[in-house]
T-cell receptor, first 113, second 114 residues
Framework: AQSVTQPDIHITVSEGASLELRCNYS??????LFWYVQSPGQGLQLLLK??????LVQGIKGFEAEFKRSQSSFNLRKPSVHWSDAAEYFC???????????FGRGTSLIVHP | DTGVSQDPRHKITKRGQNVTFRCDPI?????LYWYRQTLGQGPEFLTY????????KSRLLSDRFSAERPKGSFSTLEIQRTEQGDSAMYLC????????????FGPGTRLTVL
């Protein structure tokens, strides 16, 4: 079975600083990978996804992620964080064709002014 | 608003009572999912429907839980004889049944069992 590890429970950055959120997955074949964001009182919103092809994926709100098969990682990055990016971020892996993602426990992003 | 809606948004109940939650997916979406999210954790898959057929259920879905989607539109999730461990956020999502389509999530129903 697939699994996802998000090693950082909380990350604190200053507004305007760069951001990297870590995600490691465990799955035998090439996985489908996702990053979601959850703001208080809101549903999860998909930031970006990787199925195949170019390993650097661009998403919404200025986020990108890079799939590194050798490291079983799919880290999320943003060059300059805005205060509105403060939220909970979830990495997810899906066994190809199952349509059922397995989520990590999430990383809470705190943005200081 | 054409997003996924859930009702109620909050539910407080006493242990042993039955509760029912409703999810209205995006109108043209024929896949519908239920997840449970506890504090400090990511969502955990419970079950999903394609149209009115319930295609997969997680081992998390005990006998006290039942989900329906009678006409392939809205869905209900019922928990019978609630326990304190059922306290969680229950999330609904929907997607198109066409290739690798994005799941759109509702805001969730927060259940507190006293």
């Amino acid at each position: 079975a697939q699994s996802v590890t998000q090693p950082d429970i909380h990350i604190t950055v200053s507004e305007g600083a760069s951001l990297e959120l870590r995600c490691n997955y465990s799955y035998g074949a090439t996985p489908y990978l996702f990053w979601y964001v959850q703001s208080p009182g809101q549903g999860l919103q998909l930031l970006l996804k990787y199925f195949s092809g170019d390993t650097l994926v661009q998403g919404i709100k200025g986020f990108e992620a890079e799939f590194k098969r050798s490291q079983s990682s799919f880290n999320l990055r943003k060059p300059s964080v805005h205060w509105s990016d403060a939220a909970e971020y979830f990495c997810a892996v899906e066994r190809g064709g199952s349509y059922i993602p397995t989520f990590g426990r999430g990383t809470s992003l705190i943005v200081h002014p | 608003d054409t997003g996924v809606s859930q009702d109620p948004r909050h539910k407080i109940t006493k242990r042993g009572q039955n509760v029912t939650f409703r999810c209205d997916p995006i109108s043209e979406h024929n896949r519908l999912y239920w997840y449970r999210q506890t504090l400090g954790q990511g969502p955990e898959f419970l079950t999903y429907f394609q149209n009115e057929a319930q295609l997969e259920k997680s081992r998390l879905l005990s006998d006290r839980f039942s989900a329906e989607r009678p006409k392939g539109s809205f869905s209900t999730l019922e928990i019978q004889r609630t326990e304190q461990g059922d306290s969680a956020m229950y999330l609904c999502a929907s997607s198109l049944d066409r290739g690798r389509n994005e799941q759109f999530f509702g805001p969730g129903t927060r259940l507190t069992v006293l």
